[in-house]
């Protein structure tokens, strides 16, 4: 088995409020290993977005802050690091790409411009070449006219653009991790899955690891290795993506897939998951999935489960699955 390239150990990440302190993420648990791409899914506000700012030290201050747990990238503990050293992995070590471009671009410079600034932190390349390097970036994203986009200003460019330019500036740096946060969310379809198959090939060819976050089970199905699926906080389910398809342990895990679109026939019901996702100042008792879960025990009301390993490879954190034969 590949050793891990990224190793996160009991992730507590919280948010000082008026009410106190707020557990964004509640006890993370997850591995990625080299050249792996892990999906994260979860409903909206499930902390996807705040595991990855983790990651990246790049969380909302000064109230977000690291309250427990180990992040250790290639050996580095992150979480121990100073602002120079983080500084001088993000973005060189690890990049990041967001849902919208525009917030990653800046609007007064050139794509050009804007591309070799991250090449001058991490390469010492002449001007010259430094320029070819930058429209070899932007052809390899498969930007047509890459000679001109070298020239532009991102409000030139359309989304699907943007967003690959904000890839070949993630990627200029050869990154060992690539996290990518909804990275095709706010694009249409069809250039939904250029991008994503973009993003496969470069991964195969750099084999750089990809943590990919999305709500989105078909973009799953499309690219990653293994999954983990979270809910307010909590890792509940992390297999292969094979397996959670297949056999989807974790209610929850099993109401995503029910509620799938493409999963109905027509003039089928869509299943939904009964409730909404409860707000973090008003976490259930027990499993906090419990008040929505069809499946509920007793035991669910009053304790949370551990995530458990049930078979070779596949993780849940459900009371139908401790002390049973299943
Ligand atoms: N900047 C912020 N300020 C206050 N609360 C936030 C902020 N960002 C996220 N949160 C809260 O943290 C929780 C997790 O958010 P997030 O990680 O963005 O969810 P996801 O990416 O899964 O949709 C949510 O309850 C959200 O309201
Ligand atoms: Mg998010």
């Known amino acids: 088995m590949p050793e891990a390239l990224l190793e996160i150990q009991d992730l507590v990440t919280s948010f000082k409020t008026t009410s106190g302190l707020q557990r964004v993420l509640d006890g993370i648990n997850l591995s990625l290993r080299r050249g792996e791409i892990l999906g994260l899914v979860g409903e909206s506000g499930c902390g996807k977005s705040i595991t990855s700012l983790s990651i990246m030290r790049l969380l909302p201050q000064p109230y977000g802050f690291i309250e427990n747990g180990k992040i250790l990238f290639n050996d580095k503990e992150l979480t121990d ?5 983080m500084e001088s992995i993000r973005g060189n070590e690890i990049s990041m790409i967001f849902q919208e471009p525009m917030t990653a671009l800046n609007p007064v410079f050139t794509i050009g411009n804007q591309i070799e600034e991250v090449l001058d932190i991490h390469q010492d390349l002449k001007k010259r070449d430094k320029k070819e390097k930058c429209i070899e970036m932007l052809k390899l994203v498969g930007l047509p006219r890459a000679k001109d986009v070298y020239n532009e200003y991102p409000h030139q460019l359309s ?3 943007r967003q690959r330019v904000m890839i070949a500036m993630a990627l200029s740096c050869e990154p060992r991790l690539l996290i990518a946060d909804e990275p095709t969310t706010a694009l249409d379809v069809t250039v939904q899955i250029q991008i ?17 976050i999305t709500h989105d089970l078909g973009v799953i199905a499309e690219m990653c290795d293994r999954v983990a699926v ?6 509940v389910e992390e297999t292969t993506t094979v397996n959670i398809f297949d056999n989807p ?10 509620s799938r679109l493409g999963n109905i026939q027509k003039g089928e019901k869509l299943i939904c998951i009964p409730g909404m996702v409860p707000t973090l100042s008003d976490k259930p008792q027990g499993c906090f999935f419990s008040p929505r879960c069809s499946k509920c025990i007793d035991r669910c009301k ?3 489960p551990e995530l458990n390993e049930v078979k070779p490879g596949h993780k849940v954190r459900c009371w139908l699955y401790v002390d049973e034969d299943y």
């Open 230 to 235: 979270m809910y307010l906080g909590k890792i």
């Open 249 to 258: 342990l974790h209610p929850y895990s099993q109401g995503l897939l029910n």
């Open 159 to 161: 989304g699907g653009m």
């Open 196 to 212: 994503l198959e973009l993003m496969k090939s470069l991964q195969k060819d750099m084999n750089t690891s990809i943590l990919l």
């Open 302 to 304: 009053t304790d949370m």
């Open 81 to 85: 690091l100073s602002i120079p050293e």
